[in-house]
């Protein structure tokens, strides 16, 4: 499985980017899967503890190199 992750895309922004995959035909679960990751604050500093970001993991070589070549 190969994982390419996206920094800094609100959750709209990466809900786009899954409705252009599945528009292309590829399949959540079979071709692709994603999770979103909100950024983390501890209690002691305004940055935050973990960034804002989204792992995309893709089953298949070709759809990774082609995805990460566009989104990041």
Known sequence: ???V???HRS?????DIVHE???QGLVQGTDFDFAYNKAQYD?????PAVE???VFSF????YAT??????T
Not at 43 to 47: I, K, M, P, T, V
Not at 66 to 71: G, K, N, V
């Open 5 to 7: 992750i996206i920094k």
């Open 66 to 71: 082609l995805f990460a070549l566009r989104y």
């Open 21 to 23: 995959l599945r528009a």
């Open 59 to 62: 089953h298949t070589e070709k």
């Open 11 to 15: 959750a709209n922004e990466i809900l």
């Open 43 to 47: 209690n002691f500093s305004y940055e």
């Open 52 to 54: 804002q970001h989204t």
């Open 1 to 3: 499985m190969i994982k």
